[in-house]
Each structure stands twice: as C-alpha cells, then as structure tokens.
C-alpha cells in the first residue's frame, strides 16, 4: 500500500466532501448551526439544537484549522465557539444543556456528562487552534464541573447525569438505546478523551492525576480480560450489566487509550497500555468482515447487528493504523486502506456530500436514517482524516 497515495485520498474526501457540506448546507442564518438535515438532505430548520452535534463541529472544524491551516475552517469553529458559549454554557449552574430549540433557548436543561466532555474537547481543540484565552478558561470550569459533580471518589470513575442543579437524575441515559446504568464506558471514554486533549493545552496536576486514573478505570474495570472486550453499563459498584460486543467502541478506544497513555508520558504505563490495547483491538476484529467494513455490534443474546455504521468503519481505519504504526504490524497498512475502500466506495455520499448513516449488509441505505443531526455530527469521519494522515505523514 502507497502511504501517500492514501493519504492524499483521505485528505481529498475532507476537503471536498465532509467540510464543505457542513459549511453550505448547515449553518444557520439565525445563529449557529441547524440542528437537522434527515435523509435526503431535508433540512428542517425547526429541529433542536443538541450539545453533541455543535461541540463535535466545533473540534471538527478547529482540529482541521490545526492541521491544514485553511482559515474558513477557523471561521467556522469561531462561530461554533461563540454559539456554544453564549448558548450553550448554563451560566447559572455551569456545565452545558442537553438541548436547545431552534432559537437558542433551553430545551432540555439536564447535565449529561458525556455532553460536558464534548464540550471541552471542542473548547480545548479551539484554544489549541486559535489561542482564545476564553475557551480554555471555559473548558477548565467544565472540567471542575465534571469533578465536582460527576466524579465518584470513593468507588472511582463518573456517573452518567444530573439534572441541572448537579441533582440526582433518575432517568440516567445517553439515548433510549441505552441501559439506565449509573456508569457506562461509552461515558467514560469520552471523558478521558477530553481529559486527554485538554492536557495538551493545560498541564495541570489534577487534570493529570485523574487522566492516569481514568486510564487505570479502563485497563483494570472496564476491560474484560478474559475476553478483550469493553463491558458496556456498570452499576454504582462496577457490577457489569451487559453481555454486549460493540466493536465500533473496541477499536476506537484501542487507540484512544493508547493516545490517553502517550500524551499522560509515562513508559511504564504506556507499556501496560500497548498490551491492552492490542487485545482490544483484536477483539474488535470479531467483527470484520472479507470487504473492510466493520459490523456494528454483538447484542446480548448473542446476535449480530451486521450493519456497517459511519462511525464504526472511521474508527476502524484509525484502529489499524494505530496498530501499524505502533504495535509493528506490517499487514495493517493495507487493512486499514480495504477499510478506507469500502467508506469511498459504499459511505461516502459523493453527490450530496458528507458520509452516510450505514448501509446493511446487503448493501442498502435506511431512508429513516439523518443526514446531519443530534448524534449524526463531522467528528469521526473528519478525526479518521487528520489523525490517519498523521500517522501516514
């Protein structure tokens, strides 16, 4: 496999495709960013405005600002900056809103902090991109939030939610997919990939500490080691309540943990992370298939999803490379390109712009499925560019 070429071919599809569809078809006259396109790319205007999708644009078009210096891409995160602090960011409680309306009011004022991380990797991403002396102080009081209010000192790790005023929350939930579980991975993991970015712009001992502990949460709670996957929900305690195999969630955290470990520089744990992270990696190749693509997950009475999701193939290009890259594995440089071959050829919407949804595997699009929305965002597929042209450099 030629690096350059697939670089080349993965620096295109971001330039041409991805970016530019969120910079014509999204923003919103009115303020920020619409908060839907669905299938088809029908915009509906009125939609709500959700924390994940305007944070995730914000480090979208900040992280590509960083690496390929075109100033409309700081344009952009400016706008998403300015939208997501002066909207976004409860200035009575602190912490950010689950959901705004279509104006920019409060819809759902509730404190998920899965969404609060989000936001600090935007914020951090931002500073990094454009030095605003705001937006890392505002990611540090989102950070002092998440301590504050998420983090359990005495059994370790972070619940899932509260309801504005850092109350217990009843209804825990990511989405109603989701098990009403106090601890979740998924949470988890996108708490210390914020940690982790927000370490690069503010070396503080704290941040540091917890970093390294959530690390210690992975590798020793939330990994299974007999099988090498992650467990999905845990109670208060760490009991697992799941018998699922996301292989999407498996490969990327593969390489999140190993970047979680690089940035944090300590060898002796980035050993213990390599390790791991091999044999979750591995794990997640359960769910590969002879065309690249990746399936979406194992169900807890053992049957497969088989659909090949946006996020999960972006993720397993990454995945590979990282195992290339640093775990020595020749092989995983074409592996990752037929992974790259099945996005370009089956993803990719190469008319209307941007990636689609998923395909199943027989090769059909859902008509349900959104174009752009609350969790439909630029972030995995505009991340699997930089990071893997990165590594191809």
Not at 308 to 335: C, N, P, S, T
């Amino acid at each position: 496999m030629e690096k350059q070429k697939f670089r080349e071919e993965l620096l295109a599809n971001l330039q041409d495709n991805i970016l530019p569809y969120w910079i014509d078809t999204m923003q919103d006259p009115a303020g920020g960013f619409y908060g839907r396109r669905a299938s088809g790319d029908v915009l509906h205007a009125d939609a709500p405005k959700g924390a994940i999708l305007n944070a995730r644009i914000l480090w979208s078009f900040s992280a590509a600002f960083r690496s390929l210096k075109r100033q409309e891409y700081l344009t952009v995160a400016t706008r998403a900056f300015r939208y997501l602090a002066d909207n976004f960011v409860d200035r009575e409680y602190g912490g950010v809103y689950w959901s705004l309306n279509a104006d920019g009011t409060p819809l759902d004022t509730k404190k998920q902090f899965y969404a609060i991380g989000f936001a600090i990797y935007g914020l951090s991403e931002y500073y990094l991109a454009s030095g605003d002396d705001e937006a890392l102080a505002l990611a540090k009081s989102l950070f002092r939030d998440i301590v504050d209010h998420s983090r359990d000192a005495a059994l370790g790790g972070y619940v899932e939610a509260a309801t504005r005023d850092w109350k217990p929350i009843q209804d825990m939930r990511l989405s109603d997919k989701d098990a009403n579980s106090a601890k979740t991975m998924n949470t988890h993991l996108h708490i210390i990939e914020p940690f982790t970015n927000l370490l690069r712009a503010w070396r503080d001992p704290e941040l540091l500490a917890l970093t390294r502990e959530l690390l210690d949460i992975f590798l020793g709670k939330i990994l299974d080691a007999e099988t090498g996957h992650l467990g999905l929900f845990f109670s208060n305690e760490w009991k697992r309540e799941d018998a699922i195999y996301s292989y999407g969630h498996d490969i990327e955290a593969s390489w999140l943990l190993l970047e979680t470990a690089q940035v944090i520089g300590d060898p002796a744990l980035t050993e213990r992370t390599l390790a791991a992270t091999k044999k979750i990696a591995d794990a997640s190749f359960e769910g590969l298939t002879e065309d690249g693509a990746m399936i979406y997950e194992r169900e807890g009475n053992g049957h497969l999803d088989t659909d090949r999701h946006w996020w999960v193939q972006a993720e397993a290009v990454i995945g590979q490379l990282y195992l290339w890259k640093y775990h020595g594995e020749a092989d995983m440089l074409g592996r990752a390109y037929r992974t790259w071959e099945y996005i370009r050829d089956n993803i990719v919407d190469n008319e209307g712009g941007e990636w689609h949804w998923r395909r199943s595997a027989e090769g059909h699009l859902y008509p349900a499925d959104d174009k752009a929305g609350f969790w439909k965002c630029p972030y995995h597929n505009t991340r699997m560019v930089l990071e893997s042209a990165r590594l191809l450099e």
